[in-house]
């Protein structure tokens, strides 16, 4: 088995709360989506990126740039968060750590990203899962051992592997300082990151 770790960046999802396709929101002059995109390719830490779209995915693939990351499609996107980690665990196959990024989280950032990854691949072996933590509070990135692709791949619904994460041995990574964890669900939350990018 491959001893690097794979990103997977999440970007399936409809933005019904956002009211439209948030992949592709306007953030400083770029899509939302390549923001978190770029944060995953800048990161040393991940030797792959894989970037999952689903809605209006051949709209988003038009007007982002995946650079060296492999673009693939969920088709069960309307199911929820679960489907999309499904197929990015799927597209991941070999990797020993898969690093889950969100695709609504554009200030995350790479060292953020490279923290994570760096505790998983010097993690002991009876660690599964590692997350940041923003604040105090868990958040992500957060990195997911292969062992645990059988448990992923029966995942369902929208809560991604929130569950899971409670029943396996995990660490924390403490992320503060290394980026923003803001994620952008609403119009208000997007003109929240916008005026963090503006300063």
């Given at each position: 088995m491959d001893a690097g770790a794979c990103g997977i960046v999440l970007a399936g999802g409809a933005g019904r709360r956002f009211g439209s396709a948030k992949q592709l929101a306007d953030l400083g002059g770029r899509p939302?989506?390549?923001?978190?995109l770029d944060g995953a390719l800048a990161a040393g830490g991940l030797d792959r990126v894989v970037l999952v779209l689903g809605a209006q995915a051949d709209a988003v693939r038009a007007r982002i740039d995946p650079g060296r990351a492999e673009v693939v499609a969920c088709d069960e996107w309307e199911e929820g968060m679960a489907a999309s980690l499904r197929r990015g665990v799927a597209a991941a196959g070999g990797a020993a750590w898969i690093v889950v990024v969100l695709g609504d989280q554009p200030l995350?950032?790479?060292a953020a990203i490279d923290a994570v990854a760096g505790a998983a691949r010097g993690a002991p072996p009876e660690v599964l899962a590692v997350r940041g933590r923003w604040g105090g509070r868990p958040g992500h990135p957060v990195a997911l051992r292969a062992e645990l692709a059988p448990r992923l791949a029966a995942l369902r619904g929208d809560a991604g592997a929130r569950d899971l994460l409670r029943e396996v041995p995990l660490l924390e990574v403490d992320c503060d300082g290394l980026g923003d964890p803001a994620d952008v669900d609403d119009p208000d939350?997007?003109?929240?990151?916008r005026a963090a990018v503006a300063r």
């Amino acid at each position: 088995m491959d001893a690097g770790a794979c990103g997977i960046v999440l970007a399936g999802g409809a933005g019904r709360r956002f009211g439209s396709a948030k992949q592709l929101a306007d953030l400083g002059g770029r899509p939302l989506l390549q923001w978190a995109l770029d944060g995953a390719l800048a990161a040393g830490g991940l030797d792959r990126v894989v970037l999952v779209l689903g809605a209006q995915a051949d709209a988003v693939r038009a007007r982002i740039d995946p650079g060296r990351a492999e673009v693939v499609a969920c088709d069960e996107w309307e199911e929820g968060m679960a489907a999309s980690l499904r197929r990015g665990v799927a597209a991941a196959g070999g990797a020993a750590w898969i690093v889950v990024v969100l695709g609504d989280q554009p200030l995350l950032g790479a060292a953020a990203i490279d923290a994570v990854a760096g505790a998983a691949r010097g993690a002991p072996p009876e660690v599964l899962a590692v997350r940041g933590r923003w604040g105090g509070r868990p958040g992500h990135p957060v990195a997911l051992r292969a062992e645990l692709a059988p448990r992923l791949a029966a995942l369902r619904g929208d809560a991604g592997a929130r569950d899971l994460l409670r029943e396996v041995p995990l660490l924390e990574v403490d992320c503060d300082g290394l980026g923003d964890p803001a994620d952008v669900d609403d119009p208000d939350a997007l003109a929240r990151v916008r005026a963090a990018v503006a300063r």
